[in-house]
């Protein structure tokens, strides 16, 4: 059995978007307590809250992600960049995230928080405003919350909130996750060497592993094991889909998902893949897998016991299989 699956268009949670404008709440102040509370802080008070990192990975926009994921429900991903906490990822169910929650009703969310179909920012003398679309609005909002801002990703399946992540401002304006209008400078990344993409690649791919069993364990599934031939085939497949400006399942020169595992002797009883493109990083990409309902079955089939994941520059794939029992 093989199940194929590539990013589709999601549809709104909403059946329409909450009057905003009518909406009477001033923006909340910075929390002070819980997670949040790192941003700004030292490597030094992040471990002393956090502990060791089980890994440092890369990212492409200036920081190193920190690691917390000895246990998946309290999976955590934290920014650092010159020795400050710029950013944090987390998708543990167990994490204080306050103001929010883990499973949060999207409702609620937006009964209790200012939410704007635009973010102005002011910063060193330039300015910028980020504009929501509905899509934005209903699946990934952003809060203001005093001088850092929260980016909220809602699961359109259960209408609750499925992670969140808190940024500075000037890390907003580097990722730009939405349509972006400026006056001044913007803020680029740096350039990434071949070096620092392959580092940045290896860090998402364990990464997006890491989140995908962090999310089975949410939905009370045994956790996938890392699967080293049928990652290099996920791998070769991501590049190969960049080389040839190609998003598909079916590659025109290593051929379909069954032909490609068959040719890197793979053993496997039943595979499934799903694809993705042009998302900011690994969090991203599984946020946009998990709101789209094949991606979501794959990632949930209580059938797979084995994951590889392959990331080349910004193209994202996981190849799923079933092991034969020996």
Do not use: C
């Not at 543990?92 to 969310?109: H, K, S, W, Y």
């Not at 094949?294 to 092991?323: A, C, M, P, W």
């Amino acid at each position: 059995m093989i199940k194929e699956n590539h990013v589709t268009e999601k549809k709104p949670f909403w059946s329409k978007n909450p009057d905003i404008k009518s909406n009477q709440k001033t923006i909340s102040e910075r929390p002070n307590e819980g997670i949040a509370t790192l941003i700004g802080q030292d490597v030094t008070a992040l471990e002393k809250e956090m502990g060791t990192p089980q890994r440092i990975d890369e990212s492409l926009y200036g920081y190193q992600w920190y690691i917390y994921n000895q246990d998946y429900k309290r999976y955590l991903q934290v920014g650092v960049e010159n020795n400050e906490v710029v950013t944090i990822f987390a998708l543990g169910e167990n994490l204080d995230i306050a103001p929010f929650e883990i499973g949060q009703p999207v409702e609620e969310i937006f009964n209790t928080q200012y939410i704007d179909t635009n973010i102005n920012i002011d910063l060193n003398g330039n300015s910028y405003r980020f504009e929501l679309n509905d899509t934005d609005l209903n699946l990934r909002p952003i809060v203001q919350l005093g001088d850092i801002y929260a980016q909220l990703y809602i699961d359109k399946f259960t209408g609750n909130l499925s992670s969140v992540r808190f940024l500075n401002a000037e890390t907003l304006v580097k990722l730009r996750p939405y349509e972006l209008v400026y006056h001044g400078n913007l803020i680029e990344p740096p350039e990434p060497t071949d070096e620092s993409w392959k580092m940045v690649e290896k860090g998402s791919e364990q990464e997006i592993f890491d989140m995908t069993n962090a999310f089975r364990i949410r939905n009370k599934l045994k956790p996938l094991i890392w699967d080293e031939l049928t990652a290099e085939t996920a791998y070769e497949h991501s590049k190969d889909m960049k080389d040839n400006n190609d998003f598909s399942h079916t590659s025109k020169k290593f051929g379909s998902l069954t032909d490609r595992l068959n040719k890197a002797k793979v053993v496997y009883q039943a595979a499934g893949e799903n694809i993705a493109a042009n998302y900011t990083d690994g969090p991203a990409a599984l946020e946009g897998w998990i709101n789209s309902k094949s991606h979501r079955d794959t990632i949930l089939n209580k059938e797979f016991t084995h994951l590889g994941v392959g990331v080349y520059q910004k193209y994202y794939t996981q190849n799923f299989i079933e092991k034969v029992e020996q």
